[in-house]
């Protein structure tokens, strides 16, 4: 009996053993498992951390890129550093000069200047370092040697018959459309964003015919190759059995395959935008070079930066500036060095002469030295009265423009020796209280002359047209008047205009299509004011829209005693194409093209 006691004793024994080694064994198990677990969530932390901090990394040198273009394209000096804010993470980068520069040409003449830079930036997060390098090229593109730039979409909707003959680029989409027919003899036809066969204020209107030249190295060389494809509208790809939403454009993308046998290479097979742009606007058949005319952002077009509004105030908040406002006086005046809040903008700090009218309707002139040379200058300038209907939008109040007589201001012996001349007005507003500047007897210019202004700008006759010099003008807003206007205009009334000549670059802003509300488009971009029916407005030179009016603010409208359109004789100045033959600072667009990122 005591045996089997014995026995049962023991066997109760080595189950209470493994039963012990079982529970040992399971919290070991367990203990390993917790612990692998939370080295997998320390893992999993670190690895988040350092993603974290390589995008915040990525995004300040991002961030850097965009401050060299920025500086680049107003002027500025490139900054050695600086600090981004990537989320809510304020992040730190340096940018260093590679020391490569160079300028490249294109057949055509089109200079773009070269710059490298390399941006480094490095983040932490909970103690997890990330860095990114990138070496970059800015290149930096006189922007009067395109026909067109807009920073914004750009519409072409123009009623008559319309070539443009040169570079074309939006920073944004562009709508094409025409009444009769829209032609582009150009090898460069570019949008950041989209191109769209239709309207803006209406996507379901796509009429008209567009054609586009495909692609050739110059094609302001007369010898080449000349051949156009068409940018179908919708009703032309309905007529070919093609269904669209608008037309051949970027919202064509799964193309059309016919037969259904899942290529496009048989006839009636459409490619969707993005190759077919490539392959129908590439170079004509047996063409020994290759390039294509029309590219979108999903071809890579990138956003160029471009001098901001900016540059043509009067005064721009500085800290540790020359001057400040004098609120009984109504103006800026100069304090002592670095204790004012104020300096003046871009082309007004560089103009070789100054015309600054006061709030009270007096004006002063001022040379590159700060000298007051008003008496000087007094036979040329004097405060005058128009009518504008578009900014007077039924009013019957006239608006007070600066009127600068050309022809008087050459023989003052005070004409911008570095040939920029700014002018701008106090206490500018909208509607009526969008004071302007107006030049008058401007055919005739003894020098290369850029007149800047903050302030809508109204040319009134021929202008530079005897002996052509290179010019522009920059503004809020362009208004041309024709050689016989003669400041009788009235509310209700349209004076009749004449043949009128332009030889001028224009930067220039415009209000922006809204809803159903068209902004009048490029064949609108310059305001008119009289009765053009059967008279042409011939201008030679760059349409640059970099801005939105910040005054000339009034709708366009057509019709009525607002305006009726001209003949458009216009044409892209090709003198442009050397840049000695540019006008006196020329602004830049600035691109930036990623050479290599680790």
């Known amino acids: 009996m005591k045996n089997h006691n014995l026995a049962i004793r023991e066997r109760r024994g080595v189950a209470l053993f493994y039963a012990l080694f079982t529970v040992l064994v399971a919290g070991s198990l367990i203990a390993l498992s917790m612990a692998a677990s939370q080295v997998a969530h320390r893992n999993s932390q670190v690895k988040r951390f350092d993603t974290r901090a390589q995008y915040l990394a990525e995004g300040a040198v991002e961030t850097a890129k965009k401050q060299v273009q920025t500086a680049i394209a107003n002027w500025g000096s490139v900054p050695a550093s600086g600090t981004a804010t990537v989320g809510e993470t304020q992040v730190d980068y340096t940018i260093t000069p590679t020391g490569f520069t160079t300028t490249n040409t294109d057949a055509s003449g089109i200079q773009t200047v070269v710059t490298g830079y390399e941006l480094e930036a490095e983040a932490t997060v909970n103690g997890a370092k990330a860095t990114a390098h990138r ?349 016989v206007w003669d400041d009788s205009k009235t509310k209700g009334t349209l004076p009749v205009a004449a043949d009128t000549t332009y030889n001028v670059a224009v930067v220039t802003g415009n209000t922006d299509t809204v809803g159903s509300a068209y902004n009048g488009g490029l064949e609108n971009l310059p305001r008119f004011h009289e009765n053009w029916d059967g008279k042409t407005s011939t201008i030679k030179g760059s349409f640059v829209k970099p801005w939105f009016s910040q005054y000339a603010t009034g709708n366009w409208v057509y019709g009525g005693d607002r305006y009726t359109a001209p003949k458009r004789n216009w044409s892209y100045n090709q003198a442009f194409n050397n840049v000695a033959n540019l006008p006196p600072f020329t602004p830049m667009s600035v691109t930036a093209q990623d050479i290599v990122s680790w």
């Open 135 to 483: 070496v970059m090229n800015a290149l930096a593109t006189p922007l009067f040697q395109y026909a067109v730039f807009y920073d914004s979409d750009l519409e072409i909707q123009p009623g008559a018959d319309m070539t443009i003959r040169g570079r074309v680029h939006t920073n944004r989409d562009m709508y094409l459309g025409a009444g009769t027919t829209l032609t582009f003899n150009t090898n460069y036809l570019r949008a950041a964003g989209d191109i769209y066969r239709s309207r803006k204020d209406d996507p379901s209107n796509s009429s008209g015919n567009v054609r586009i030249r495909n692609w050739v190295a110059n094609p302001f060389d007369a010898l080449e190759p000349s051949m156009y494809t068409q940018m179908n509208s919708k009703s032309q790809m309905s007529a070919l059995g093609v269904p669209s939403t608008g037309g051949y454009d970027s919202r064509f993308v799964t193309g059309y395959d016919s037969n259904g046998n899942g290529d496009y290479t048989e006839t009636g097979d459409w490619l969707p935008f993005g190759p077919g742009a490539l392959a129908y606007w590439e170079q004509p058949s047996g063409y020994s070079l290759t390039g294509n005319t029309v590219l979108t952002g999903d071809h890579g077009v990138t956003e160029s930066t471009v001098p901001s509004v900016g540059s043509t105030a009067m005064y721009e908040p500085s800290p540790n500036g020359d001057y400040a406002w004098n609120s009984p006086l109504k103006r800026f005046v100069q304090v002592a060095p670095g204790t004012g809040s104020f300096s003046p903008g871009y082309y007004h700090s560089q103009a070789g002469l100054s015309i600054l009218t006061f709030a009270d309707g007096t004006w002063k002139a001022y040379d590159a030295a700060g000298a007051d040379v008003s008496t000087a200058v007094a036979p040329a300038v004097s405060i005058q009265k128009m009518y504008d209907a578009r900014q007077a939008n039924g009013s019957t109040t006239k608006l007070n423009v600066t009127q600068i007589d050309m022809a008087k201001l050459a023989l003052t012996g005070k004409y911008p020796a570095n040939g920029l001349l700014y002018a701008a007005n106090y206490g500018e507003g909208t509607g009526l209280n969008a004071k302007g500047i107006r030049m008058v007897n401007g055919a005739s210019l003894p020098a290369k002359l850029t007149v800047a202004t903050p302030d809508p700008m109204y040319i009134w006759g021929d202008y530079n047209t005897t002996a052509e010099k290179p010019a522009a003008v920059i503004c809020d807003s362009l208004n041309l008047l024709s050689k």
